[in-house]
């Protein structure tokens, strides 16, 4: 199939003003970490340590396994019967300060718009110039939270891993798992508490998640892996987990009302769970039956308290437990785990490690385009998800609204 040209040229995708501003922060506030050596540097970087299915066992019975499921769970557990548009959650500062970068992050989507090309429904290259100002800034927007600057080189790596692959133009539940480990960072410091809980998971992460949904209908991020089709969401699990949360004790509204339009049109602002499912009708065709047999197969439980330890079964098992999501994984000492052998492979074209003598393990060989590119590009039904309109006439369609692709 013939593409258009992706041609662009430098002055097209930067912003000198705003480069030279930030060349005087990044100077002032790198220096405190080039006053480190190299190896305390390079100590203090997350990187690979999954790398063969001996490493995954050991990874399953692991000590940091159980801090970070822990950590989730105590997320899980502060949103149990609680609503998004709840009025008395307190944001402290700490968590304020998570939420202005999260709004910077999607504020650049304006500044690097999707590059015109109708041919295509994989990955927009423009993600990469998003990308890059994301990694460049990493640092210095880490700092506005972590005050050590060792501490906050740490924190920015796992930040920066929260929002998708640069290579490959994708996004899935790997990297969903690397913004939950740059807020356990954040709560190993100390610098988010239990208090903070309920507005991390409804104020935090929510507005994690809608930023997500930017990015994947300005760039059209691809799935990262296949699991969609037969999974929850081509993206996300962990909205289905702390969703679930909310419905805990529910007295009127059971699983089964994923099926009822007007439900998901009156609570879908209140429960992340329904604002899902109407995302993903809103992309697909036909019935969840179709495109959604697990969810449609969960709604048939009989209770949320069910579905909610379910979830966090299923989170252990397909996300926590797979070798093709955990190899790209990154540890260091706020997550610390050793791996077995020697790491090769970093430069191949997908980023795959394995050990030394090991087979490289299967991964996300297949590119699956994304079902948002297929979908109609209609601005209006962006804010329905919390999406801001930036201007961007029909993301990186180029303003053409194509009929969706049916699933079945």
């Not at 007007?262 to 697909?284: A, G, P, R, T, V």
């Not at 030394?356 to 299967?362: D, H, M, T």
């Amino acid at each position: 199939m013939e593409t258009q040209p992706q041609t662009h040229t430098h002055s097209d995708r930067c912003n000198h003003e705003y480069e030279h501003e930030q060349k005087q922060v990044h100077d002032h506030k790198d220096s405190n970490i080039r006053a480190h050596s190299d190896p305390e540097i390079t100590a203090r970087t997350p990187r690979k340590a999954i790398l063969s299915a001996d490493d995954l066992t050991r990874w399953s019975t692991s000590d940091t396994r159980a801090a970070f499921v822990g950590f989730i769970t105590r997320l899980n557990d502060a949103t149990k019967n609680r609503r998004l548009t709840d009025q008395f959650i307190v944001v402290s500062p700490a968590a304020a300060a998570v939420l202005a970068i999260l709004e910077q992050c999607e504020a650049w989507c304006q500044e690097f718009q999707p590059i015109a090309n109708t041919a295509s429904r994989f990955g927009n290259r423009a993600f990469v110039d998003w990308f890059d100002r994301l990694q460049s800034t990493a640092l210095a927007l880490a700092q506005t939270i972590v005050s050590d600057p060792l501490d906050a080189h740490e924190t920015s790596i796992y930040l920066v891993h929260s929002f998708g692959n640069r290579t490959r133009i994708d996004y899935g539940t790997g990297h969903e798992a690397h913004f939950m480990a740059f807020l356990f960072c954040l709560d190993k410091l100390g610098i988010i508490t239990a208090d903070d809980y309920p507005a991390i998971v409804l104020r935090v992460f929510w507005r994690y998640i809608s930023v997500m949904r930017t990015l994947q209908f300005t760039y059209w991020l691809e799935p990262a892996g296949s699991h969609g089709v037969w999974g929850l969401d081509d993206y996300h699990f962990l909205p289905f987990l702390f969703g679930s949360a909310q419905f805990y004790d529910h007295k009127h509204l059971r699983p089964k009302c994923i099926h009822d339009p007007e439900i998901l049109e009156e609570f879908s602002k209140d429960y992340m769970y329904l604002s899902c499912i109407k995302f993903i009708n809103s992309i697909k065709t036909a019935s969840l039956r179709w495109h959604s047999p697990m969810i449609d197969d969960i709604s048939g439980v009989k209770n949320w308290q069910k579905v909610n330890s379910g979830m966090l079964k299923m989170y252990n098992a397909e996300v926590l437990s797979k070798l093709p999501i955990m190899q790209h994984f990154l540890f260091g000492t706020f997550l610390p785990f050793e791996a077995s052998g020697e790491m090769i492979g970093e430069d191949d074209e997908l980023g795959h490690v394995h050990a030394l003598g090991q087979e490289r393990p299967e991964c996300c060989f297949i590119r699956v385009p994304s079902a948002i590119a297929a979908a109609a590009a209609d601005q209006s039904g962006r804010s329905e998800f919390g999406l801001r309109d930036f201007g961007i006439v029909g993301g990186a369609l180029g303003g053409m609204r194509p009929k969706p692709v049916p699933f079945d």
